[in-house]
């Protein structure tokens, strides 16, 4: 499946003002780093290969972050496609750091945000980024509170031009409207899925504005029951579960992007092929039958 495929297939999404077009099928690079998202991976070659196929088959935009390894993930990303192609998009976000005991900190001091937009720049090799997203909150759920000190770090970075576009992650409604007086925001990545639907109103609210939204972990958060669903259903297409959880996402709303992540090309293939299904009414039905059974 080439370029015009996955571009008519998952279709486009334009950035606000026009910025950025990106497929809304993307890559998600977090899993190209080792055991825990630390260290080399097993297979540097493997890495490398994933992502020059992710780009032969249309992949125009991809997630990333200089605390994924730490630093290891957007240095195999410029060893594989350095030098880029005009089209691709690398979003990345800044708000942590790693411990050396794996362990996942906040790093949310203006010092702490200028250094890792700046060790982005460095080991991704621009000039420039093209998004940044500021990880705020929880892992799962916004924590909420004012997020204008730290964004401020990323405005002035932004106005002396190493970041063009700002988003948010892990976030709330009310931070985001907070954030929308100091700067542009040009998307959202929260943790969202077929049976973690917490944020159904604000993705309406995104789409309405023209703002993406990016949900993480498509996968997460099933018990036993809601994932015997979904296998069913996949088995009933003939997909896998995960081609069944991105298809329902890319079903979900036009102003939702994906960013699967794999370290292996067959699976790759197998992501990127989720764009290709229409889900019909009655499967739909029984998925989103999950997510109902939760408020029951």
């Known amino acids: 499946m080439k370029a015009a495929q ?18 809304r099928m993307g890559y998600g690079a977090m899993q190209l780093a080792g055991p825990g998202v630390f260290g080399p991976p097993r297979d540097p070659d493997a890495a490398v290969a994933v992502l020059r196929e992710a780009i032969a088959e249309g992949v125009n935009h991809i997630d990333t972050s200089d605390f994924y390894g730490p630093h290891v ?23 942590a750091r790693r411990g050396a005991d794996k362990s996942w900190i906040p790093a949310l001091s203006r010092q702490e945000l200028i250094d890792g937009a700046h060790d982005n720049l460095r080991n991704l090799d ?25 964004l401020a770090a990323l405005v002035e970075l932004k106005r002396k031009g190493l970041i063009r576009h700002i988003g948010l992650s892990n976030v709330s ?3 985001l409207k907070e954030a ?34 990016v949900p993480f972990f498509p996968l997460g958060g099933f018990n036993p029951l809601q994932s015997g669903v979904l296998d069913t259903v996949a088995a009933s297409l ?25 370290s292996c090309v067959q699976h790759l293939c197998e992501n990127l092929a989720a764009a290709e299904l229409t889900l019909p009414a009655d499967a739909l039905a029984r998925l989103d039958a999950i997510a109902a059974e939760l408020k029951q």
């Open 6 to 23: 996955i571009s008519k297939i998952g279709g486009s999404f334009t950035f606000p003002g026009n910025s950025m077009t990106v497929h």
């Open 73 to 95: 993930t957007n240095q195999i990303i410029r060893c594989a496609l350095h030098p880029y192609p005009d089209e691709l998009v690398i979003v990345t976000k800044i708000g």
């Open 126 to 150: 621009v000039e420039v980024l093209d998004a940044v997203n500021l990880r705020v909150g929880g892992l799962e759920a916004p924590s909420e509170g004012s997020i204008a000190e730290p």
């Open 173 to 175: 409604p009310t931070q």
């Open 180 to 213: 929308q007086t100091l700067t542009e925001i040009v998307c959202v990545q929260n943790f969202y899925n077929v049976a973690q639907r917490n944020d159904d109103p604000f993705i309406d609210d995104l789409a309405r504005q023209g703002i993406a939204y």
């Open 238 to 262: 003939h997909a896998t579960p995960m081609q069944m959880a991105l298809a329902w996402l890319l079903q979900r709303s036009p102003n939702v992007l994906l960013i699967p992540g794999t």
